[in-house]
């Protein structure tokens, strides 16, 4: 079992920035493909960004492409998801997500066995 837990969310303006994080405990974090999610209310949970185990290789939506940014730190059990240019569209409770079982092609919530409880961010106009 892996147990991840999100951090960071809050309340930005339009063009600001946040980093979110998603510390993990319990079996080997290093090993796992990591993603971030979103779910807006009254929408669908959406795929943001996955990140190889390594971290070396990154994949993205095309609606955050060039404005996010997913990292992990294995050292530390962590997963980051930097995120610049914030619009109003960006509202939404993100999660973090572990193991993704098709590795970089995970996009899709039923790719993931593990998931955070969410941490919300606003971007008001």
């Known amino acids: 079992q892996v147990q991840l837990v999100e951090s960071g969310g809050g309340l930005v303006q339009a063009g600001g920035s946040l980093r979110l994080s998603c510390a993990a405990s319990g079996r080997t974090f290093s090993g796992y493909v990591m993603g971030w999610f979103r779910q807006a209310p009254g929408k669908e949970r959406e795929f943001v960004a996955t990140?190889?185990?390594?971290?070396?290789?990154?994949y993205y939506a095309d609606s955050v492409k060039g404005r996010f940014t997913i990292s992990r730190d294995n050292a530390k059990n962590t997963l980051y998801l930097q995120m610049n240019s914030l619009k109003p569209e960006d509202t939404a409770v993100y999660y973090c997500?572990?193991?993704?079982?098709?590795?970089?092609?995970?996009?899709?919530?039923?790719?993931?066995?593990?998931w955070g409880q969410g941490t919300q961010v606003t971007v008001s106009s």
């Open positions: 997500a572990g193991d993704g079982l098709r590795g970089l092609s995970s996009i899709t919530t039923t790719d993931y066995n593990y």
């Open positions: 990140i190889s185990w390594s971290g070396g290789r990154t």
